[in-house]
């Protein structure tokens, strides 16, 4: 039984799904405030990009700093929270068949959020919060600044109150039978974590905000380091949940694949909920106060066991892709399921390329540089940024722009011009975001370090610098960010174009991106089905086998280095 | 499919691949968690983070009786401190530069105390690569032994301010 009020449902033409309209309001705002904050974080990334190629170093010390911290604020928090939200509360109406719990608390959450981070945009602008995204303590910022941060985070947290209230009258009025559909359940898992990680940023932000405003005392530094992680790496715990939800999505709207093993995929989920909580740990890996044995359990979430659920979900999510392709016909070989996916389609190339950079480059460097030895090579370095370019861009960012390729069509109920553009514009940012990826981890290891304005460091007074092999890394970091804007920035105004003007597909079915064609007729296709996916176990074999040979490259470059304890 | 529900019986065990991988992944975790502690008992590199609460005023109190009583030249003005093998060694992170320019013993451990007058920076010495967090008010303890001979140069690799990327320093290992 739906619970929806009258005429505050439409039921969509393409897939027959029921759609609340007030949550397609909310998911449509904040949907184009996403996008917004992603294009100024994306100006802001190519002026990066720009400096810290050593043969341009476009802007002045000044501004580099502040479009620094523009660029990680806006990108790293606001696109990706203002999307989350979208996210959360898509799958608690359509896929529960649901009403959105509160109209009123959806406005209060959206106006907190927008708010706050046009406040905190506008303090960065003025230059009175030159303090990059982390504002490590005693640098200070203006109040505004932090009262900012609060409200989003405020704003934030009550969307998630409105997504859980929506579950729980869902459950009440019985608008589905059973458990909750996979997407869901991963949305869930993800929302459980933000309201663990937004309670870390009220604990660290508003005593800051109080000694900003002069009413306390400077929060010690250490203390803020630890709290202000919490925050910052478990909403990358969020995004790492909120992402996977969007592979399970996009695998099943590209390809029609179904999970094979749903117990897995979940317990999957609960392992994240259980374990990410120490993830402020392998911030701190070189710092003073906290101890060799406190370091080890925490930065390993408890024996990787967070890791763990990567790496099924690593697994899961292109294997039920290899068995809904079998079942089409594709059983040549181990990979013609995956030669005859549809790559023509934005949102299966962009979910499956995310897939790739997460694992293969993401997820490897992460753990690696995350080991508490390993980081003294690592902390502060270039190959920091290297990495979460892979998670939260390559994978992450990438992995919502194949969502938004159909969250415009239907929900939006706009058609895209360009679609040939479209099709290849994943391929652009992905190649451009691997490439520089690639670049910073390799300038980093060299121990160029990130955050910094000159790497020549010109009118030091004692001299130092890099050797010519790294600046050319640091070139192609360079060369592979301007890549990365032109891919980024033919996303936000394809999207913005069929937003604002595209044609509308009321009343029939969306233009179908490419789909794969089935070779096989219905009665072979029942008659063929296996649960097989050979072609995905040689996949995850070679990524273990990339895995063990970075990891113990590592370990092998530390023993190079002077002997510490 | 992962938008609907799932059919009553969802709950069962893994079979097959998806059996091996987990086992495989499970093997792989226990291995990199291993391989912590046995460093860290076995292994030459470690951050340990031993520190201490000290008053910036009284850190560099030390840093300067370090140089008074150490001292064995200048470089631009900066003073050259030459601790004692196995002994305290003291260097200090300000806006914007790193004090004393240390000169060590090769394959000699020293008590290396790190600390910030002002605000967090990140100690980094090139072209070695390794990196330790600097705080102010917390006397960071590195007991390092030089393994290489040469001039290294230390840089900040924590933001500290306009000057930041002026911030250098230098250890001299002979
Ligand atoms: C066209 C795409 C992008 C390019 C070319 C780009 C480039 C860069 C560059 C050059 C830096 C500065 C590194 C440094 O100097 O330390 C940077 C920092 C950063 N970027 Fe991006 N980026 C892009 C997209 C994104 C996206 C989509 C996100 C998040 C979802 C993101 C998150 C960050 C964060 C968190 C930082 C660190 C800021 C800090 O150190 O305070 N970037 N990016
Ligand atoms: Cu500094
Ligand atoms: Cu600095």
Not at chain 1, 9 to 14: F, G, K, L, P, Y
Not at chain 1, 39 to 48: E, F
Request: net charge neutral; with cysteine; hydrophobic share 50%.
């Amino acid at each position: 039984m739906s619970n929806h009020l009258e005429n505050q449902v439409r039921t969509c033409d393409t897939t027959g799904l029921p759609v609340c309209l007030n949550a397609q309001k909310f998911i449509r705002l904040h949907g184009v405030c996403a996008v917004v904050f992603l294009l100024i974080g994306a100006v802001a990334a190519i002026l990066l990009a720009l400096t810290r190629w050593p043969a341009v170093h476009l802007l002045n010390a000044e501004w580099y700093y502040r479009v620094l911290t523009l660029h990680g604020l806006n990108m790293l928090i606001f696109w990706i929270l203002f999307i989350e939200v979208a996210i959360l509360y898509f799958a608690a109406t359509t896929l529960l068949n649901s009403r959105l719990f509160s109209k009123g608390v959806a406005w209060a959450a959206f106006l907190m959020m927008i708010v706050g981070a046009i406040m905190v945009d506008t303090v960065v602008f003025q230059g009175k919060a030159d303090v990059l995204m982390t504002s490590y303590t005693p640098l200070k910022a203006d109040p505004m600044f932090y009262l900012g941060i609060i409200l989003v985070a405020v704003g934030t947290l009550t969307g998630v109150f409105n997504f859980f209230a929506t579950v729980y009258i869902a459950k009440r009025d019985k608008t589905y039978e059973g458990s909750v559909p996979l997407v869901v359940f991963g949305a869930i898992a993800a929302a459980v974590i933000a309201v663990v990680t937004l309670l870390h940023g009220a604990v660290v932000m508003i005593p800051t905000w109080f000694w900003s405003m002069g009413w306390a005392e400077a929060p010690d530094p250490g203390w803020y380091r630890l709290v202000w992680w919490g925050l910052g790496h478990q909403s990358q715990q969020v995004n790492v949940c909120a992402m996977v939800s969007v592979w399970y999505l996009l695998a099943t709207l590209t390809t029609g694949a179904k999970p094979l093993n749903q117990a897995v995929c979940r317990t999957a989920f609960v392992l994240y909920i259980l374990f990410i909580n120490l993830a402020s740990a392998h911030h701190l890996l070189v710092d003073p106060g906290v101890g060799a044995s406190w370091k080890i359990w925490n930065t390993s979430y408890a024996m990787y066991l967070a890791v763990l659920a990567s790496m099924i979900h690593g697994f899961t999510v292109p294997a039920s892709v290899e068995v809904a392709q079998r079942a089409r016909g594709y059983v040549r070989g181990l990979f013609s399921w995956l030669t005859n996916a549809p790559w023509k389609n934005p949102g299966f190339s962009a979910f499956f390329l995310s897939l790739i950079i997460f694992g293969f480059i993401g997820g490897i460097t992460g753990v690696t540089l995350g080991t508490q030895q390993i980081n003294i090579l690592a902390h502060n370095t270039l190959r920091i940024p290297g990495h979460f370019h892979a998670t939260v861009v390559g994978g992450t960012t990438l992995a919502f722009m194949g969502l938004i390729y159909y969250v415009v069509p239907l929900i939006f109920q706009k058609e895209f011009y360009a679609r040939s553009v479209a099709t290849i514009q994943p391929y652009i940012f992905a190649a451009g975001i691997t490439l520089m990826s690639i670049g910073m981890s390799f300038a980093g290891s060299a121990g160029v370090p990130r955050r910094h304005w000159d790497v020549e460091f010109a009118g030091a007074n004692l001299a130092a610098g890099f050797d010519s092999g790294t600046h050319l890394w640091l070139g192609i970091m360079g060369m592979g960010g301007v890549l990365a804007f032109v891919g980024l920035l033919t996303f936000i105004l394809l999207t913005v174009a069929a937003v604002f003007f595209g044609k509308s597909n009321k009343g029939r079915a969306m233009t179908p991106w490419a789909t794969p064609k089935s070779l096989v007729t219905e009665g072979d296709a029942e008659a063929a089905h296996d649960e097989r996916s050979p072609g995905t176990m040689v996949l995850v074999i070679v990524l273990l086998a990339a895995f063990v040979v970075y990891y113990f490259a590592n370990w092998l470059a530390l023993t190079d280095v002077w002997h510490v304890r | 499919m992962s938008i609907h529900i799932p059919e009553k019986d969802w709950f069962k065990a893994p079979t097959g691949g998806e059996r091996v991988w987990i086992a495989l992944s499970l093997v792989w975790c226990l291995i990199m968690f291993i391989m912590m502690p046995v460093w860290h008992f076995k292994g030459k590199q470690n951050s340990t983070g031993e520190a201490y609460r000290v008053e910036p005023a009284q850190f560099m109190a030390r840093v300067q009786q370090s140089i008074q009583t150490q001292s064995v030249g200048e470089e631009n003005g900066v003073p050259i401190v030459q601790p004692p093998p196995g002994g305290d060694a003291y260097l200090l992170g300000q806006m914007w530069r790193w004090q004393p320019i240390l000169k060590l013993k090769k394959d000699q451990s020293y008590r290396l105390h790190v600390s910030s007058l002002d605000l967090q920076h990140g100690f980094s010495l090139l072209p070695v690569n390794m990196n330790f967090h600097i705080l102010p008010g917390y006397d960071h303890v590195l007991t390092i032994t030089p393994t290489q001979t040469g001039e290294y140069q230390v840089i900040c690799n924590e933001f500290c301010g306009i000057g930041h990327h002026l911030m250098t320093g230098k250890i001299i290992v002979e």
